[in-house]
Nanobody, 125 residues
Framework: QVQLVESGGGLVQAGASLNLSCAASGRSIENYAMGWFRQAPGRGREFVGTVSWHSAVGTYYSDSVKGRFTISRDNAKNTVYLLMNGLKTEDTAVYFC?????????????????WGQGTQVTVSS
């Protein structure tokens, strides 16, 4: 079983950047795709992006963050990252990382079995 812990959230102004981390423990995540999701108050969980088992294999993003957010991973450190540039107020949410059941990323949350507790990101205008 794997445990996931997100960090790096906070309160920033619009246009700023944040770099979230997701540290895994318990076993290696190197064979699995990893995803980031977010949930804003009063809304359902939304797919943000995913990285396959290795960054070089590929990443995939939602249209709402494409071009602004970048997902990467360091399998040696058992850690996944979400670099968020050009933050907007609508990016305000709790951000979760999750491990998918397969090595290639998907936007379907039902394919992810392990989730972190989330980290709050608040973007002010």
């Amino acid at each position: 079983q794997v445990q996931l812990v997100e960090s790096g959230g906070g309160l920033v102004q619009a246009g700023a950047s944040l770099n979230l981390s997701c540290a895994a423990s318990g076993r290696s995540i190197e064979n699995y795709a990893m995803g980031w999701f977010r949930q804003a108050p009063g809304r359902g969980r939304e797919f943000v992006g995913t990285v396959s088992w290795h960054s070089a294999v590929g990443t995939y993003y939602s249209d709402s963050v494409k071009g602004r957010f970048t997902i990467s991973r360091d399998n040696a450190k058992n850690t996944v990252y979400l670099l968020m540039n050009g933050l907007k107020t609508e990016d305000t949410a709790v951000y979760f990382c999750a491990e998918e059941n397969f090595p290639y990323g998907s936007g379907q949350s039902t394919l992810y079995s392990y989730w972190g507790q989330g980290t709050q990101v608040t973007v002010s205008s």
